[in-house]
């Protein structure tokens, strides 16, 4: 059964400052999803990656994918409060799994 | 149209009524799913139907019960059911026709309280 695993869980950054959110699967797929999801709020769709080496960039945040390593990155750059939220990861196609969620909470 | 709606937004129910949640989309998408997500935690898979039949079921209870009644509609009808079914239910929808961007796009979900 996939697994898919988010750490940190919790995440409290300064304003300004650059983090990573790790997410890593444990059988392969040709697609991994970031999603991003405000208090009582559903979720965003903020990048989906489909190949190895995949790079992807919106404003502050940066999405890659190793599918050899089974390892997703989401790398936060100059942190700003506006980007205070839960973010999951989300692995597979028809049937997909969440990892748990990071909430970042950015601090001025 | 690029969205999906969801009705109610909020429900409230006794454990003993019967009550439903309707999910409905317009962009030709034929796989659509309902997801139950409990607060501070990820979204669960409950149900994926595939062209109006259901293809998944992850061992739901059978007091859900889901309907596809045509490709643009998704039901859950609800009956009998217990406090800690209490959640947001989400339902999303995806294209089926096997290029890059199929992913799901979510609707804005049905908060449930179970009383």
């Known amino acids: 059964e996939l697994k898919v695993e988010q750490n940190p869980l919790f995440l409290s950054m300064q304003e300004g400052k650059n983090y990573t959110i790790y997410c890593n699967y444990s059988?392969?797929?040709?697609?991994l999803y970031w999603y991003r999801q405000d208090p009582g709020k559903s979720l965003e769709s903020l990048f989906v990656l489909l190949s190895n080496g995949a790079v992807k960039q919106e404003g502050r945040l940066m999405a890659s994918l190793d599918t050899k390593a089974r390892l997703s990155t989401l790398h936060i750059t100059a942190a700003v409060h506006d980007l205070s939220a839960t973010y999951f990861c989300a692995v597979g196609r028809h049937d997909m799994r969440f990892g748990a969620g990071t909430r970042l909470t950015v601090k001025p | 149209d690029t969205e999906v709606t969801q009705t109610p937004k909020h429900l409230v129910m006794g454990m003993t009524n019967k009550k439903s949640l309707k999910c409905e989309q317009h962009m030709g998408h034929r796989a659509m799913y309902w997801y139950k997500q409990k607060a501070k935690k990820p979204p669960e898979l409950m149900f994926v139907?595939?062209?109006?039949?259901?293809?998944i079921n992850e061992s739901v209870p059978s007091r859900f019960s889901p309907e596809c009644p045509n490709s643009s509609l998704l039901n859950l009808h609800l009956h009998a059911l217990q406090p800690e079914d209490s959640a947001l239910y989400l339902c999303?929808?995806?294209?089926?026709?096997?290029?890059?961007?199929?992913?799901?796009?979510f609707g804005p979900g049905t908060r449930l309280t179970v009383l």
């Open positions: 139907y595939s062209y109006e039949k259901l293809s």
């Open positions: 999303a929808s995806r294209g089926t026709g096997g290029g890059p961007h199929n992913e799901q796009f």
């Open positions: 059988t392969t797929s040709d697609r």
